[in-house]
């Protein structure tokens, strides 16, 4: 069965801080790995896309990595700011590449100012 | 904007009703999604088109009926549907990959309440 979680569920950290995201998979082989942002209510907006052949994304403040050996993936964002908050969801492509996302429920990120 | 926009944004029907949601991208792809939000569930994928050929429907009950005419439209028709149905309902599209990964663009979604 194709399952992704994604831990913490919910996270609040004061502003500035570090923080990683975790999302693991069960699928051994991989066509890509996505991470969304999606603001209350809101659509999703892509983030960054690591493809199979990759181990990691930048930009900006953002890191992704991907290790399909162990199906993991992470977020990183540095000194985070309150515009940061929102849900970060994380959804691959199998290796089939039928455009088929699978999602975890996502990470609901608060930042305080 | 990401280029993909779908109207309505909200919409509330009873049970007995007939609606539909429509989708657009102005990106120029050719592969088109629809993907349903539930309250505490994780999105999940409910039919794909490629070429405007629907390719997969990921077991969704008849009264969904998607509609592909050209690449750049898409629609969800919508008929006697259940409270349970009430949800987010999001269209996305990409380009049909030829041996590269291409991102999926997500629309702002419908929020569609049964009542």
């Known amino acids: 069965k194709q399952e992704v979680t994604q831990i913490p569920a919910a996270l609040s950290v004061p502003e500035g801080e570090n923080l990683v995201l975790n999302c693991s998979f069960t699928?051994?082989?991989?066509?890509?790995l996505q991470w969304f942002r999606q603001d209350p209510g809101k659509g999703l907006t892509s983030l960054l896309l690591i493809q199979s052949s990759q181990r990691e994304q930048t930009s900006g403040r953002l890191n992704a990595s991907l290790d399909k050996s162990s199906g993991r993936s992470t977020l990183y964002i540095a000194a985070s700011q309150p515009g940061d908050s929102a849900t970060y969801l994380c959804a691959y492509i199998g290796s089939s590449n039928t455009g088929k996302l699978i999602f975890g429920q996502g990470t609901t990120l608060q930042v305080k100012p | 904007e990401t280029g993909v926009t779908q109207t309505p944004r909200h919409l509330v029907m009873g049970m007995t009703n007939k609606k539909s949601l429509k989708c657009e991208q102005h990106?120029?792809?050719?592969?088109m999604y629809w993907y349903k939000q539930s309250a505490k569930k994780p999105l999940e994928l409910m039919f794909v088109y490629n070429f405007k050929e629907q390719t997969e429907n990921n077991s969704v009950p008849s009264r969904f009926s998607p509609e592909c005419p050209n690449s750049s439209h898409l629609f969800l028709h919508l008929h006697t549907l259940q409270p349970e149905d009430s949800a987010l309902y999001l269209c996305?599209?990409?380009?049909?990959?030829?041996?590269?990964?291409?991102?999926?663009?997500f629309g702002p979604g419908t929020r569609l309440t049964v009542t």
């Open positions: 996305a599209s990409r380009q049909h990959p030829s041996g590269s990964s291409y991102e999926q663009y």
């Open positions: 990106l120029g792809h050719n592969a």
């Open positions: 699928d051994s082989a991989i066509y890509n």
